[in-house]
């Protein structure tokens, strides 16, 4: 048992599929495992472990932002020796066509937070994902129809950011989306010598002011959550 996780050693599988709201880790649980039962409710924020397809994983939420994600991300790896970490979650597009319920497949992260500046001394660092993960997401992605892309993401500190404009100058350079994050869990991926990757459904769009409905987030959350879980099949 860890800090913020209840599970004892051997609950959680080695590849576990990482929610930011806790009721979506659970959604998934229910859809998609087989056996399932939870592990951790520790301040709501809900694991579950079962299987998919005869193997053995987990689903467990990880809260907003990159403080909250890494309090996770660090003790499934060091505490219960987890070896892949797949973030499944939602985005707003900062590209003309990246549309709603798009797929974003998240090859870099970029940052505005100083984490990995206090972490690097002052340097910057280009958190990447694994590359295995993400060519087989492509081809998932592709078996299914799905419309996706894969690039540059950035992981911002600030949903409400104080500059309404400032999005544009990650945009100029090419990165896709805006999510809150995965530049943390690709550095501590790189740090623990895990696998990591991020698949986002778009659920806003920054030029165009659109927002996906209810029904159309879960609709396409579930499609981002089957490739995730078929990634190891």
């Not at 590849?15 to 959604?27: N, Q």
Request: proline share 1%; net charge negative.
């Amino acid at each position: 048992m860890s800090i913020h996780i209840g599970a004892e050693k051997g609950q959680i599988a080695e590849k576990v599929l990482l929610a930011g709201d806790p009721l979506r880790a659970r959604a998934i649980a229910e859809r998609f495992l087989e056996d399932v039962f939870e592990y951790n409710s520790i301040r709501g924020m809900y694991g579950y472990t079962g299987s998919y397809m005869g193997k053995k994983v987990s689903v467990q939420g990880s809260g907003m932002g990159i403080p909250s994600i890494s309090i996770y991300a660090h003790e499934l790896i060091n505490e219960y020796d987890v070896k892949t970490l797949i973030r499944v979650g939602t985005c707003g597009s900062l590209q003309e066509n990246v549309k709603i319920k798009d797929i974003v497949i998240a090859m870099g992260a970029c940052t505005d937070s100083a984490i990995n500046h206090h972490r690097f001394g002052g340097m910057d660092y280009a958190p990447l994902a694994d590359y295995q993960l993400l060519t087989k997401a492509v081809d998932l992605a592709k078996l299914a129809r799905l419309r996706s892309h894969v690039g540059n993401i950035l992981s911002s500190d600030q949903f409400y950011h104080h500059d309404a404009e400032n999005w544009k100058t990650w945009a100029d350079y090419g990165v896709l989306a805006v999510e809150m994050e995965s530049s943390a869990l690709y550095t501590l991926a790189a740090h623990f010598g895990v696998k990591a990757l991020t698949i986002l459904t778009v659920s806003d769009h920054l030029i165009t002011k659109e927002f996906a409905s209810a029904e159309e987030r879960q609709g396409s959350f579930m499609d981002m959550a089957r490739i995730a879980l078929d990634l190891d099949l």
